[in-house]
């Protein structure tokens, strides 16, 4: 079960048309047998749970240091509070960031703040009882702030993306359907 990193092909980025120029994109990916169908909404009500615990104390210290320069600050919980509750539909929110395309096996997520806008996409292939999940991520910087923000945030981003989908198999196939 290794997480790979994959090189991004804009022409088949299922993210990069919600952008108007990407300036950062990572993809990363991790294999795990499953006996069953799995869809978007098992992983997405899973994400709370396999979160590390130190997420949160980096997610206040993130607050209180972008806080002077205008942007959003969120709170780890509402956003966990509100991954439980959602039918992961096209237009719904998670905390801030919309859900600009999803379906049975992908989910993009978009945010945008005065600094740089985003997309996240999660997407699920199937194969022969094994499972890739993947995750890519691209980023426009909107201004000078939102190339050192991000170039701040970006080893905790891949850190992680990397442990959300080293924990996130084990945590699927645990459940009963």
Known sequence: MSIDSKSFNGSSSSTKRWLNSVDYSDLFSQQFHCER????????IVIPEI????LQYLALIRNSVVRPFGLGCSNLQDYNKGLKSLSYLTGEKIGPWEIVDSNERKIVVRGRDKHLDFC???????KDKKCELTF?????FRNF????????????HRLIVKNLLAKVGGKVRGIRV
Do not use: N
């Open 37 to 44: 169908s799995i869809k978007i909404d098992d992983i997405m």
């Open 51 to 54: 979160l590390p615990d130190w």
């Open 120 to 126: 996240c996409g999660l997407c699920i292939s199937l």
């Open 136 to 140: 890519e991520t691209i980023v426009y």
């Open 145 to 156: 702030y939102g190339f050192c923000y991000f170039t701040i945030v970006k080893p905790f």
